[in-house]
């Protein structure tokens, strides 16, 4: 499959010369701005708070990383001036507050937030985080699926890579009290695995899937060999490049899932607690936090940077673009067949 030139551009700034993704997610709201409110005994976490520590995620951990994931509420306002121009910029679409409805969760865009402004800013990539669960209610499954398409069908109309995350999630009927952002410990590998089939479909426009573990991080030690077929199922329906996501996986179990991952042809990652989670916790000693960040943190990427070396599969050598990750037509006539930005 050919790739249209702006998403060609930034699936390469997205990876390292290698086709290697080692991605630092630093879009993460719930899961940073209710840790400082409740240190600091508000509401709401103070912007100040928050966009610091964006901020210092961003100077400590981009040279590590091949790619930054920044959201337009904190990270991109408040750190994007010492981003380094070598590393790939993707923004987050989505709102982080959800609508939770007793036959499942609704997702939406961030207010006065777009695709196209995505691009207008510079961005790299789109990123957008659906929760899905295939048993839901049909009508609840037809909203994501549409949502989904909708951002699809406006990526490809500005010509920038759709990077797609997917997160099942605790229905009612499940009787889990699981903290958002954070894998559900009784999930089934076959909710993920169907979700993924749903959206490899064509209509979705996906050109990377960003994907949990179809094992709870607490269970990759039971049955090696099933684990593995289960990512390797995963692999196999995702039909394109792919990720893996850590949803608050710990460093040892994030390592163990890369492992499977790439042995199923996983192409990197884009994770951010893994990596940084153990630093926050510090907060509100900045300096304490620092430290962690260019220590442990730093070590810890560095390490799972030479096992994604070693062996992630190349986006470029996944069986969809194998031989065909170049621009058509790649002669005089590209000008010409090129429909240009906001035209399809």
Same mark, same amino acid.
């Given at each position: 499959?050919?790739?249209?030139?702006?998403?060609?551009?930034?699936?390469?700034?997205?990876?390292?010369?290698?086709?290697?993704?080692?991605?630092?997610?630093?879009?993460?709201?719930?899961?940073?701005?209710?840790?400082?409110?409740?240190?600091?005994?508000?509401?709401?976490?103070?912007?100040?708070?928050?966009?610091?520590?964006?901020?210092?995620?961003?100077?400590?951990?981009?040279?590590?990383?091949?790619?930054?994931?920044?959201?337009?509420?904190?990270?991109?306002?408040?750190?994007?001036?010492?981003?380094?121009?070598?590393?790939?910029?993707?923004?987050?679409?989505?709102?982080?507050?959800?609508?939770?409805?007793?036959?499942?969760?609704?997702?939406?865009?961030?207010?006065?937030?777009?695709?196209?402004?995505?691009?207008?800013?510079?961005?790299?990539?789109?990123?957008?985080?659906?929760?899905?669960?295939?048993?839901?209610?049909?009508?609840?499954?037809?909203?994501?699926?549409?949502?989904?398409?909708?951002?699809?069908?406006?990526?490809?109309?500005?010509?920038?890579?759709?990077?797609?995350?997917?997160?099942?999630?605790?229905?009612?009927?499940?009787?889990?009290?699981?903290?958002?952002?954070?894998?559900?410990?009784?999930?089934?590998?076959?909710?993920?695995?169907?979700?993924?089939?749903?959206?490899?479909?064509?209509?979705?426009?996906?050109?990377?899937?960003?994907?949990?573990?179809?094992?709870?991080?607490?269970?990759?030690?039971?049955?090696?060999?099933?684990?593995?077929?289960?990512?390797?199922?995963? &692999?196999? !329906? *995702? /039909? #394109?490049?792919?990720?893996?996501?850590?949803? %608050? @996986?710990?460093? $040892?179990?994030? =390592?163990?899932?890369?492992?499977?991952?790439?042995?199923?042809?996983?192409? &990197?990652? !884009? *994770? /951010? #607690?893994?990596?940084?989670?153990?630093?926050? %916790? @510090?907060?509100? $000693?900045?300096? =304490?936090?620092?430290?962690?960040?260019?220590?442990?943190?730093?070590?810890?990427?560095?390490?799972?940077? #030479?096992?994604?070396?070693?062996?992630?599969?190349?986006?470029?050598?996944?069986?969809?673009?194998?031989?065909?990750?170049?621009?058509?037509?790649?002669?005089?006539?590209?000008?010409?067949?090129?429909?240009?930005?906001?035209?399809?």
């Amino acid at each position: 499959m050919s790739l249209s030139a702006g998403k060609l551009w930034g699936m390469r700034r997205m990876a390292d010369a290698g086709g290697r993704f080692k991605m630092t997610a630093v879009d993460q709201r719930p899961p940073i701005k209710a840790p400082i409110a409740r240190a600091r005994g508000t509401t709401e976490a103070p912007w100040d708070d928050v966009a610091r520590f964006k901020r210092l995620l961003v100077e400590t951990l981009q040279a590590e990383s091949t790619a930054m994931l920044l959201d337009p509420h904190y990270a991109y306002p408040g750190a994007v001036d010492i981003l380094d121009p070598r590393k790939g910029l993707i923004l987050t679409l989505e709102d982080s507050v959800f609508e939770e409805t007793p036959e499942g969760r609704l997702s939406s865009e961030i207010d006065d937030w777009s695709v196209e402004k995505i691009k207008r800013a510079g961005g790299d990539a789109v990123k957008v985080l659906a929760w899905y669960r295939p048993d839901a209610a049909p009508a609840i499954c037809r909203a994501q699926q549409d949502f989904t398409k909708r951002v699809g069908e406006a990526c490809a109309r500005f010509d920038i890579p759709f990077l797609f995350e997917l997160l099942v999630y605790p229905l009612a009927s499940d009787n889990e009290q699981t903290r958002d952002y954070v894998e559900m410990r009784t999930k089934r590998a076959d909710h993920v695995l169907a979700s993924v089939e749903e959206f490899a479909g064509p209509d979705y426009g996906i050109d990377v899937f960003k994907l949990e573990s179809p094992v709870a991080a607490g269970d990759l030690g039971n049955g090696t060999a099933n684990v593995q077929a289960l990512f390797d199922e995963m &692999g196999r !329906l *995702a /039909g #394109r490049p792919w990720v893996m996501l850590s949803a %608050g @996986a710990g460093k $040892d179990e994030f =390592r163990t899932i890369l492992r499977h991952a790439y042995a199923a042809g996983a192409s &990197g990652y !884009l *994770a /951010g #607690r893994a990596i940084w989670l153990d630093a926050f %916790g @510090a907060f509100p $000693d900045w300096e =304490r936090i620092e430290a962690g960040l260019r220590g442990e943190s730093t070590a810890y990427m560095q390490e799972i940077n #030479r096992l994604t070396d070693e062996a992630a599969t190349p986006w470029f050598e996944h069986p969809r673009h194998r031989c065909k990750a170049g621009i058509a037509p790649a002669d005089g006539g590209f000008r010409k067949a090129y429909a240009g930005f906001g035209h399809g």
